[in-house]
């Protein structure tokens, strides 16, 4: 016979545990997932993107004639033949000074419209910002012809200023547009402390703004070198003299109608490619926190 006592002294059921919703089970088998079904599809994508650059050293350090899927033994004759006979050496530095000079004006005037859309109310600010916006959309085949006469008026072609111009130009909407968004993420209240103390607008932006702007520079000055090492169009509208050349125009003379000198090609492939893998080993990081930090309104 069961008392009073006893019953009272018997431990409660533990309370049962209510099985976790169905897409709560889900997420938790995806993030227990083998580590093979990660990494074999990383592996696939990184074979088929490593395969081209594999080919162009193959042919930039292999001797001419060979067959070998190995580049043994190895030889510089691609490259001695690329830089001196073909003048790349020459080219390099006219793809340097106008990828610099690009950088620098690209990102001193957009800094200077990015901080006036961002910190100024006038009339025709959305009209201005939804021009930039449409100018996105025009390829750069239709400045052609405005551009070079506006060049000849200005006695400006053959020179590496109409291409540094001109590239500028290409690049001001889309640096523009971020560097507004980016300072608009610096709160307002900074600028007015400064002022408070005593500095005056370019002193407070200079000290105070300019500094947190760091990511949003880098990634619009690499954006605009890039572009601009790689650009080809330009160059090979507004330059003639071979000695005014740049990168992308002297690859083209590789080739031609009859025959192409893959070794050649390939050596002045790497030639070109190595500036812009050098830039952005240094810059990723930035790169990534100045674009995602200037694609959305703080």
Partial sequence: ???KEATKAAPAPAPAVPEPPL????????DEAPRWQIY????????????????????????AGSTSL?????????FEKVWTDRGFGTFF?????VGVATLFMTTLVALAG????????????RGFMLALLCSQF????????????????????NSLGSVIIAETVFQLPLSMILLSNFIKNVPYSLEEAAWVDGCDRFRAFRVVVLPLLRPGLIAVGSFAFVHSWNHFLFALMFLNNQEKQTVPVGLNTLMSADSVDLGALAAGGIIAAVPVVIVFAFIQKWLITGFS????KG
């Fill in 293 to 296: 930090a200037g694609a959305v």
């Fill in 70 to 78: 190995v580049p043994w033994p190895m030889t510089t004759a691609h």
């Fill in 23 to 30: 897409p709560a089970r889900r997420r938790r088998a995806w």
């Fill in 1 to 3: 016979m069961i008392t």
């Fill in 93 to 97: 530095q006219n793809s340097v000074l």
């Fill in 40 to 63: 074999l599809p990383l592996g696939i994508y990184l074979v088929f993107t490593l395969i081209p650059f594999y080919w162009i050293l193959l042919f930039a350090l292999r001797p």
């Fill in 114 to 125: 990015g901080y006036a859309l961002a910190r100024f109310d006038f009339r025709i600010k």
């Fill in 138 to 157: 025009v390829p750069g085949a239709l400045l052609l012809v405005p551009l070079f006469e506006i060049f000849a008026e200005l006695r400006m072609i």
